[in-house]
């Protein structure tokens, strides 16, 4: 597919001859076309046009020495230009600015807020989207809010304190009613209330392959009569481990108060073993660790294969030195580390068959940063948690992962597709791109017969990588436009997921999914039921929303071969674009495509 596009001139300019002859020959000679657009005026909602600069304009107009202009629209450039059968460049790569490396890093709450908005709207679309396959109606989401924070400097964390002062209430007032309107409709879905002791999960994505292990109120948990596999949490409250769940659906469970059963066998338990002078070995049959004090020291697939070739690095660095200080890293920051220091401390908060929880710290200047790492049973990745009460300035703080066996490419994913590059950069363009905005995942592959690690995130996330390692910047401190941008306390998750085969195949897109929305707890009743199908592991769920003909799921292929779904007996499935529906759908490797998805008769 094609897109026409085009690069606006810079903002932010005056009428200068000079400057509107360099950028109508750099125009000409890019596209054979004498007319170029130039807008003047005081750009980033400055306001347009000034007096003075329209007095600058009319001086000129008629001049020997200028080019003749003439005001208009860039609707009415745009459309003289759709008129032209001319040939234009063509531009087959990936959209990458150069001044912006750090705008994935800068202010992490805003992608907090950002991600947690995202999901909640997601949330009451689905549930809105099941209430029509039923036949009812449940209204629409406001996303007008979000996007307004999406646009130019808030997200990115580049504006000035005023806005993110402005902007907070504005997030908090739409997580909330998006909150609200969600729980509303799952209500509606739900069935009457015959006990106050019934609780439910949901899984609201249509995964191929839910394994919820969840924290719930102390008692004695069961679902449908079966008693479910628990474990007393260290911070209060138990440990349940649900049973496999496919596609969006409900569990209801049942609490009894009192002591914790644990009758019931774990799935693919965690099994800890003292390896001696404080090291122990942590693994569930999926994934295996080794773990002191002194970090992260091994981590080894299903099959026992290592994947780090050094233990799990903790870096910090100057970053000082750009104009665009919240926008962009030093260029140079690697030649300029601060050292972390490595402490005696290790301390277990749960050890037990469904979870595997320990807690390292390390001293970053004045503050001290906590990194939980936690593993569950049946789980192919390692939670890591990293917690500070950051008040470091033009320091980058960074996780680094040496990999075991090189990396040929890595994978990652952006908005409605997949970056894939050379493990190592081939060419000076790879190499500007040192620094990469991801959403959820990224990750390495390996040469033949495959495999690689991924790296989940509750991104966006800025991140790099070379054929022998993975890194992920975790906290900036820029002074410019915002003085207190990052100050103050943070809380970030990611996960490690080894994988054999390619990533693809592996569902890693499924996994940061699942990673980042893993299911919703409430004191709601709930049948035990599927309400709508599960894709494929190589297919990403994008969003369901409600149709007239039932609803409409879009969903994406970022693999490189062709995927077909068959949603299962009682579903017909269609392109929207197509009148007739059938019992499955082929996606082609890179489509992103909406589907109408309805109950048959």
Known sequence: AELRSLMLPPIG????????????????????????????????????????????????????????????????FLAELEQGDQAWPVWRDELFLELHRGCATSRPDQKRHNRTLERLLREA???????????????????????????????????????????????????????????????????????????????????ASWSPLVRLPAGSWSTEAVSLPQQNAAAGGTWVQLPRQHGICSVPLRREPGLTSCAAEPRQAVVITSLGAGAWRVGNGLIELDVSSAGLLALRDRDGRDQLSSS????????????????????????????????????????????AHLVLRRPLGARCMR????????????????????????????????LATPAVRIAADTSGGVIERPGAPMSAREQARWEVSVISWFASQSAAPGGGMAVLLDGPQGVDWSSGRLGISLLRGPTWPDPSADQGWHRQRLALMPFA?????????????????????????????????????????????????????KLLNAGSARCRWTPGAGWRVRREADSIAASAVVITPGELVSLVVDQSS
Do not use: N
């Not at 049946?378 to 320091?395: N, Y």
């Not at 996994?511 to 309400?531: S, T, V």
């Open 13 to 76: 300019r005056r009428a200068d001859p000079l400057e509107m002859l360099d950028e109508q020959r750099a125009w000409h000679q890019a596209t054979g076309l004498e007319a170029a657009l130039w807008i003047p005026g005081v750009g980033d909602h400055g306001g347009g046009p000034t007096e003075e600069l329209l007095e600058q304009i009319e001086l000129w107009e008629g001049q020997a020495a200028a080019l003749p202009t003439r005001a208009g629209t860039v609707r009415e």
């Open 125 to 207: 679309d689905a549930v809105s989207a099941l209430l029509a396959i039923a036949g009812r109606d449940s209204g629409s989401s406001d996303w007008r809010p979000l996007l307004f924070q999406q646009f130019h400097d808030i997200l990115p964390g580049t504006s000035i304190p005023e806005v993110f002062d402005q902007a907070e209430p504005v997030w908090r007032s739409a997580r909330r009613q998006a909150r609200q309107e969600r729980d509303r409709r799952l209500a509606r879905l739900s069935p009457p209330e015959d006990t106050a002791a019934v609780w439910s999960w949901w899984g609201l994505q249509p995964l």
């Open 312 to 355: 799990l690095q903790l870096e910090r660095y100057r970053d000082r030195g750009e104009f665009w200080d919240a926008w962009d890293l030093a260029a140079d920051y690697r030649s300029q580390p601060l050292g972390v220091l490595c402490t005696d401390s290790l301390e277990w908060l749960d050890q037990g068959p469904l979870v």
């Open 501 to 553: 085969g390619s990533w693809s195949d592996a569902g890693v897109s499924q996994a940061a999914i699942a990673f980042r929305e893993p299911g919703w707890c409430a004191d709601l009743p709930a049948e035990q039921r599927q309400w709508f199908p599960s894709l494929p592991f190589p297919l990403t769920p994008v969003g369901l929303e409600r149709h007239a003909d039932g609803c409409v799921l």
């Open 371 to 402: 990194l939980d790492l936690r593993l569950k049973a049946d789980t192919p990745w390692l939670e890591l948690i990293c917690g500070i009460d950051w008040r470091q300035t033009h320091e980058l703080l960074r996780l680094e992962l040496p």
